[in-house]
């Protein structure tokens, strides 16, 4: 019996017809956010990417980043820009631990950067992955 969802590959050409089928002046000169949710429901896949954004405590993220994103489309970019990079540190801001716990590894700015990690207080050396 078939069944009427769309496998990953079928899902990626449906969103990549849409995006091409849409004027350009709908389109920002390069939609970073639209490629940034393809290329995480890539790697992820499409039920883990519903299950990241529908989670109780990211909803006011999600709320944020999505808003952020249609006031972007819609010519408000200044604005849409703000409210999306507030819906960003709300989503991923549990990642700033690992990410900055990573960036003291780096060969030879490592050491500052752990030197401003510390200072700031972002995270501590034991810090896990958030997921």
Do not use: H
């Given at each position: 019996?078939?069944?009427?969802?769309?496998?990953?590959?079928?899902?990626?050409?449906?969103?990549m017809?849409?995006l091409?089928?849409?004027?350009?002046?709908?389109?920002?000169?390069?939609p970073?956010?639209?490629?940034?949710?393809?290329?995480?429901?890539?790697?992820?896949?499409?039920?883990?990417?519903?299950?990241?954004?529908?989670?109780?405590?990211?909803?006011?993220?999600?709320?944020?980043?999505?808003?952020?994103?249609?006031?972007?489309?819609?010519?408000?970019?200044?604005?849409?820009?703000?409210?999306?990079?507030?819906?960003?540190?709300?989503?991923?801001?549990?990642?700033?631990?690992?990410?900055?716990?990573?960036?003291?590894?780096?060969?030879?700015?490592?050491?500052?950067?752990?030197?401003?990690?510390?200072?700031?207080?972002?995270?501590?050396?034991?810090?896990?992955?958030?997921?």
């Amino acid at each position: 019996m078939p069944t009427m969802w769309l496998s990953d590959s079928q899902s990626l050409q449906w969103a990549m017809c849409v995006l091409s089928s849409l004027p350009n002046q709908q389109l920002p000169a390069n939609p970073p956010e639209i490629l940034f949710l393809i290329g995480l429901t890539i790697i992820i896949g499409p039920q883990k990417t519903l299950l990241f954004f529908a989670r109780r405590q990211k909803l006011k993220g999600t709320a944020a980043f999505f808003g952020g994103l249609v006031l972007i489309l819609m010519k408000w970019a200044l604005v849409g820009f703000l409210v999306e990079l507030y819906g960003i540190f709300i989503l991923f801001g549990d990642f700033l631990g690992t990410i900055a716990g990573f960036a003291r590894n780096v060969p030879v700015v490592g050491p500052w950067i752990g030197a401003l990690v510390d200072r700031a207080g972002v995270a501590t050396r034991s810090s896990e992955l958030p997921v």
